[in-house]
């Protein structure tokens, strides 16, 4: 029978190891598709799959990379974004200043120079 060196972890065998991760180690982590993937999973369960229709690639890993930065819930987010913008909409005292928040929204995420901004 052939013995397992130390630096060897069977798979599913609990580890020990209270290494620090290196800058590399955790950049490999999050450059990987794997935590994108994750999250459009989690942005579709928590809204659906049509708000990821209309946004590229780019964009959407835009937005799952900075929720990852943040440490913010990425689909609990836009959830909420939604919700309380249709409260705020609802509401006739507070109608205007939705659509202001709203617009600039808008102006935000079209900088002057995006031939496609209206």
């Given at each position: 029978m052939?013995?397992?060196r130390?630096?060897?972890?069977?798979k599913?065998?609990p580890?020990?190891?209270?290494?620090?991760v290196?800058?590399?180690?955790?950049?490999a982590?999050?450059?990987?598709?794997?935590?994108?993937e994750f999250?459009t999973?989690?942005?579709?369960?928590y809204?659906g799959?049509?708000?990821?229709?209309?946004?590229?690639r780019?964009?959407?890993?835009?937005?799952?990379?900075?929720?990852?930065?943040?440490?913010?819930?990425?689909?609990?987010?836009l959830?909420t974004?939604?919700?309380?913008?249709?409260?705020?909409?609802?509401?006739?005292?507070?109608?205007?200043?939705?659509?202001?928040?709203?617009d600039?929204?808008?102006?935000?995420s079209h900088?002057?120079?995006?031939?496609?901004?209206?």
């Amino acid at each position: 029978m052939r013995e397992s060196r130390p630096d060897e972890v069977k798979k599913g065998t609990p580890t020990n190891d209270t290494r620090e991760v290196t800058a590399a180690e955790a950049q490999a982590a999050i450059s990987s598709p794997l935590p994108i993937e994750f999250l459009t999973q989690e942005i579709s369960a928590y809204v659906g799959d049509e708000i990821l229709k209309g946004l590229t690639r780019s964009q959407i890993e835009n937005y799952c990379m900075q929720s990852i930065h943040r440490d913010e819930p990425t689909g609990k987010v836009l959830l909420t974004l939604m919700q309380n913008f249709i409260i705020a909409y609802g509401d006739s005292r507070t109608s205007e200043e939705a659509m202001k928040a709203y617009d600039f929204l808008t102006y935000l995420s079209h900088p002057t120079d995006d031939p496609d901004f209206p």
